[in-house]
């Protein structure tokens, strides 16, 4: 055999294999899975540093089937318009009508096929029901998007048995079951291959019968819709120590679907987390007796839990947290924007202030840029996709990203959105941003250690190819496998070092761009970032080997970069999907100035933290040969993007399109509509008071104005009206100071802590 191995095989390669395999960290096999889930796709053409835009610009614009439409315009809009999330919180669950119509409309069906009595829907449709649904009660949307997603109803379409989807699917679909899944436990969060859940292959009575099944303890906490569970989807650990089903006596993870009324289920308690009203809480179990059809896709399938549960991450990501952060982003960019124009201080609306505008900028164009990708990568799972990497980009994101949306929109409503009331739309919502940061993978884990480090290895071409040839067993075979990635590994490496220097020094004018006219320069600015990022990406990656899975912080700022470089492609693609109107430029142009600013910031962080100097010198010069030329949004285009959002416009609609609107006055949001409608008529008049006679300041004397032929009676009454209304969504809520101290949403101290 080693006849067959050329010079290079024999002399060059195998020692730098030797090497590899020495500097390779090691990889657990949960960790392999992990790896190996889902599929990539644009990520894959972003790390090879030459991103096909004609592959990006020919996807199908996401849409609707017009059944879709109508559920969102008939069922949704009634829902939405059924929840008041301060009555809600109050009330601490959603009122009984809302659970009968919930279940009723079949919410907690939607992902379920109709054949099997669900609504079928695409991802694309889930994703805007649950958008919608959180602009209005983010209670109501946790409720209605936790049996849609990494949970039993999906995990049984994907790898149940027949019978188990026969009896348990129709079930769930007209939410004649509630569903829930128990993965984390006090000991394992984060790390959730860690559950020392554990069940123990045995024989035992079940209905009569002596079977073959497992005796399961666990304890487990934070899970959502246990306290109302029908049905447990439960993962722990299985054993089999007398060799019942195999040799093996650690068998691995499994997932099992165990009905709450099983003797020696423990649920029911709550736990109370961020205000919030829906359901969550702990179980347990000690020794419970379940067969082993109980295990999802049967009997088969012990032991793949993991596989199973990464599988299904890959694309349920991308679906329930991205839909709550964009409708979170677009609900403060209506509302805050309203409320800049509606309130006034020193004499003017406050967003007129430049220091109001920066914030408003921000808000407005991370909801035009979270609604781009959301769209695009809810429509990639229809397309077969499930990006793993690209679904933990846009959990980080759109959930870090109303976060500051929220702190944003708070900020402009000053006292207004912090005292707590039926009038406040906003604090609910604020509230909640700590429960989306944390769950489907806390935030700081998923860009300290997956964005970058999952995606360096599923979408890097060559670095897959040699790992997976470093565990051939053929020694020959390997070699000549690893041989062949590595040297094109070297040649993609090489390309795009001379090519990022090459674009950076030109300052792009070469890069590749679509003919596109106001964004081409946008698309040569992205394509250059993309190649100085996979030549950076490549010589890092090499220098540190093995010890770039500890540096946390290289990792998190290259996985920033990567995901600037996604979102930025999203934000093209959706321009162009829109019919590039030229009124939504602005929301364009600001997020390329910010996402090229922030991939240089994090380049130049990267480049400064970087052990080996001689390479981050080099690097250096590559990716900044002219200096870091790029800049921040300047304020001006920052006012640009803030007037957006202060005046109504079919821009406006459009960036808002998606989330609840009503424009009743009895309700708190709107009342909001009314008051920014008044708030326009009201400016417009004013100006036409003041232009009649520069420097008039009694702008109070309307009856004075009209004698004099100024403004009409009709105009009188409309600033009146107007003024009234403003008025009123000015204000703030009062409370009896009994109301408050027997608040029906404080719970009583847990015995166990009082003691
Ligand atoms: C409201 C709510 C609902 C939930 N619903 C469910 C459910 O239905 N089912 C279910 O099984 N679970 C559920 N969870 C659990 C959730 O998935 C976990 O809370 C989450 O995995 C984090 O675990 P932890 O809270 O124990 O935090 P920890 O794992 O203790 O993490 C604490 C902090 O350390 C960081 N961290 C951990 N490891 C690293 C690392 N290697 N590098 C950098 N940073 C790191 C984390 O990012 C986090 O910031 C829910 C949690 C909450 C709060």
């Known amino acids: 055999m080693t006849a067959s191995l050329t010079w290079r095989q024999r002399h060059l390669t195998r020692p730098i294999l030797n090497w590899y395999r020495k500097v390779l960290p090691p990889i657990s096999a949960t960790e392999r899975d992990a790896i190996a889930a889902g599929t990539v796709w644009w990520d894959a053409d972003l790390f090879s540093g030459k991103p096909d835009w004609a592959k990006l610009r020919g996807y199908p614009k996401p849409q609707l089937t017009a059944d879709e439409q109508a559920f969102l315009d008939g069922p949704v809009q009634t829902l939405c318009g059924m ?55 983010p209670a109501a949307a946790v409720t209605v998007m936790v049996p849609n997603s990494l949970g039993p109803a999906e995990l049984l379409m994907r790898y149940g048995t027949d019978e188990q989807r026969g009896y348990y699917l129709p079930r769930l679909a007209k939410g004649q079951e509630i569903p829930c899944f128990a993965l984390t436990a006090p000991e394992a969060g984060s790390d959730a291959a860690s559950i020392p859940d554990r ?17 399961v303890t666990w304890n487990k906490r934070y899970i959502t819709l246990a306290p109302v569970a029908t049905i447990l989807g439960l993962a722990f650990r299985l054993y089999d120590p007398e060799h019942l089903l195999s040799e093996k006596d650690d068998i ?45 896709g049967g009997q088969d399938r012990v032991g793949q839990g993991w596989r199973m549960l990464m599988d299904c991450l890959a694309a349920g990501r991308a679906i329930s947290l991205p839909a709550l952060g964009t409708g979170a982003a677009m609900f403060c960019a209506r509302f805050a924007g309203a409320y800049a124009r509606i309130r006034r201080q020193f004499g003017l609306a406050i967003g007129r202030f430049e220091g109001i505008e920066t914030p408003l900028a921000r808000i407005g164009g991370y909801a035009y840029g979270l609604e781009a ?134 300052f792009g004018v070469f890069a590749s761009s679509p003919n596109v006219g106001a964004i081409a320069p946008m698309y040569r600015g992205l394509h250059v970032a993309a190649v100085t990022f996979g030549a950076v990406a490549d010589l890092v990656m090499a220098t540190l080997g093995g010890e770039m899975k500890r540096r946390e912080n290289l990792s998190a700022r290259l996985g920033d970069v990567l995901s600037e470089l996604y979102l930025m492609s999203c934000v093209l693609k959706r321009f162009e999907d829109d019919g590039m109107p030229k009124e939504d430029l602005a929301f364009v142009e600001w997020n390329h100035r910010s996402a090229l600013y922030t991939i240089q910031t994090r380049l130049d962080e990267v480049l400064k933290n970087l052990p080996m100097r001689p390479v981050a010198w080099l690097l250096r010069l590559i990716a900044f040969p002219l200096g870091r030329h790029r800049r921040p949004p300047s304020d001006v285009l920052s006012r640009d993007v803030a007037r957006l959002l202060l005046s109504p416009s079919a821009t406006r ?17 709107g009342r909001m509509e009314l008051a920014f409608e008044a708030a326009v008529e009201r400016d417009r008049l004013e100006e036409k008071i003041r232009a009649s006679k520069p420097g008039r300041k009694a702008l109070a004397d309307l009856p004075a104005l009209v004698k004099e032929g100024i403004i009409t009676e009709a105009e009188a009454a409309a600033l009146t009206d107007a003024n009234a209304i403003v008025r009123e969504v000015i204000d703030v809520d009062d409370f009896a100071p009994e109301e408050l101290t027997q608040r029906a949403a404080s719970p009583h101290r847990p015995a166990a802590a009082a003691e």
């Open 83 to 137: 929840l008041d999330d301060w009555d809600i919180r109050r009330l601490g669950d959603l009122p009984e009508p809302v659970w009968s119509y919930i279940r009723e409309q079949g919410f907690m069906g939607m992902i379920i096929p109709k054949a099997h009595g669900g609504l079928g829907f695409s991802a694309l449709m889930h994703s805007q029901v649950v958008m919608k649904v959180a602009s209005r009660s």
């Open 199 to 215: 069940g123990v292959v045995c024989y035992g009575e079940f209905k009569g019968s002596r079977v073959l099944g497992m005796k």
């Open 252 to 296: 691995g993870i499994t997932l099992a679907l165990v009905p709450t009324n099983t003797p020696g289920v423990e649920i029911g308690r709550r736990h109370f987390p961020a205000g919030q009203a829906f359901q969550n809480g702990p179980t347990q179990g000690r020794d419970v007796f379940i067969p082993m059809d109980y295990i999802i």
């Open 373 to 506: 990708a959301r769209r695009l990568t809810a429509a990639s799972l229809d397309h077969g996709e499930q990006p793993s990497v690209l679904s933990a980009i846009l959990k980080y994101h759109a959930t870090e990203r109303m976060r500051t949306a929220l702190n944003d929109a708070l900020d402009i409503h000053g006292g207004r959105a912090i005292c707590d009331g039926p009038r406040n739309y906003l604090f609910g919502t604020y509230m909640s941003v700590p429960v989306a940061i944390t769950v489907e993978g806390a935030n700081i884990l998923t860009r300290s250690l997956i964005i970058f480090g999952q995606g360096a290895i599923r979408c890097h071409p060559y670095l897959l190819k040699e790992m997976e040839a470093t565990n051939l067993p053929d020694p020959d075979e390997a070699l000549k496998a690893f041989d062949k990635a590595l040297f094109a590994h070297v040649y993609s490496a090489t390309s795009n070092v001379l090519r990022a220097f090459w674009h950076n020094l030109t």
């Open 653 to 669: 609609d459009r960036l808002t399109t998606g989330i609840y609107l009503n424009r009743g006055a009895n309700d708190a949001t």
